[in-house]
C-alpha cells in the first residue's frame, strides 16, 4: 500500500505571497492532519480533517486554512507569507481520528 | 501545552535493551499514551499506544505505571536504525482537542555501535 504522499517537497516563496500544499494520503484513509515543524516550536498541530469536514483547528492565525476533497486528498493555503512561516509540513492521514497516524514526507517551505 | 515529560536525550548501545521514560502526572482517565518517533530526516511513526496495560507489537513494548502517571518504552534490542527522537504523547478521546497529537520536545535517542 502506498504511504502518504507530499508535494512539493521543496518550496521557496517570498514574504507577502501565498502557498498551497499538497497532501495525498493512504487509501482508505479518510482523516488528515496537518502540523507544522520548527527547531524553536517544535512539531506544532494545524487541524484534521475528515471526511471533507474540519474537525479540530490548532492555535494558528487564520492565513493557515486547509481543506480536504471527497477522496480525502487535503490541500494546506497559508496567505501573506511571513518569515516565522519557514517550516517543515507535515500531513498526516489515518482511517479515523483516534487510530495511529501515518506520516508523510513533509513539504519544507522556505520563506525569504 | 505538552502534558508530557521526558529527559532531553538518551544513549544506549547497540543490541542492549533501552528503556526511555515519560512522566505524565495529570494523566485523565480518558488518555491514551501514545508513542512516535522520528528519524532524521523523516515524518515521525507511530510505535505503540496503551490505555491502562502493558503493550507488546513487534517495534517495542509500553509499560504503564499502576496509577498511570507514568510509562516506559522499552526497546529490547537497540539497533543503529532506532536512532531517533522519541515522543510521548497523551491523546484524549473528548473535548475540543480530542484526537489531536499534542508533541512535546521529546527524547533524542542516540545508539552506538
Known amino acids: 500500500k502506498a504511504g502518504v504522499t507530499q508535494t512539493p517537497r521543496y518550496l521557496i516563496k517570498t514574504r507577502g505571497q501565498q502557498v498551497t500544499l499538497s497532501c495525498s494520503p493512504i487509501?482508505?484513509?479518510?482523516?488528515v492532519s496537518w502540523y507544522q515543524q520548527t527547531p524553536g516550536q517544535g512539531l506544532q498541530f494545524l487541524f484534521e480533517?475528515?471526511?471533507?469536514?474540519?474537525?479540530n483547528k490548532g492555535n494558528f492565525p487564520g492565513r493557515f486554512s486547509g481543506r480536504q476533497f471527497s477522496n480525502s486528498r487535503s490541500e494546506m493555503n497559508v496567505s501573506t507569507l511571513e518569515l516565522g512561516d519557514s517550516a517543515l509540513y507535515l500531513c498526516?492521514?489515518?482511517?479515523?481520528?483516534?487510530?495511529?497516524?501515518?506520516f508523510g514526507p513533509g513539504t519544507r517551505l522556505t520563506v525569504t | 501545552d505538552a502534558k508530557t515529560t521526558q529527559p532531553n536525550s538518551m544513549e544506549s548501545n547497540e543490541e542492549e535493551p533501552v528503556h526511555l521514560p515519560c512522566n505524565h502526572s495529570?494523566?485523565?482517565?480518558?488518555?491514551?499514551i501514545h508513542w512516535y518517533r522520528q528519524l532524521p530526516s523523516q515524518g515521525p511513526e507511530y510505535v505503540i499506544h496503551?490505555?491502562?496495560s502493558n503493550v507488546n507489537n513487534r517495534m517495542a513494548s509500553l509499560a504503564i505505571a499502576e496509577d498511570r502517571k507514568s510509562s516506559t518504552l522499552i526497546l529490547h534490542r537497540a539497533t543503529l536504525r532506532d536512532a531517533a527522537v522519541y515522543y510521548c504523547?497523551?491523546?484524549?478521546?473528548?473535548?475540543?482537542?480530542?484526537?489531536?497529537?499534542?508533541f512535546g520536545k521529546g527524547t533524542k535517542l542516540s545508539v552506538k555501535p
Open positions: 498526516a492521514s489515518s482511517p479515523g481520528t483516534f487510530y495511529e497516524q501515518y
Open positions: 487509501s482508505g484513509h479518510r482523516s
Open positions: 480533517y475528515f471526511s471533507e469536514t474540519q474537525r
Open positions: 495529570t494523566i485523565s482517565g480518558t488518555d491514551y
Open positions: 496503551g490505555l491502562t
Open positions: 504523547i497523551l491523546r484524549t478521546n473528548y473535548g475540543g482537542s480530542q484526537g489531536n497529537l499534542i
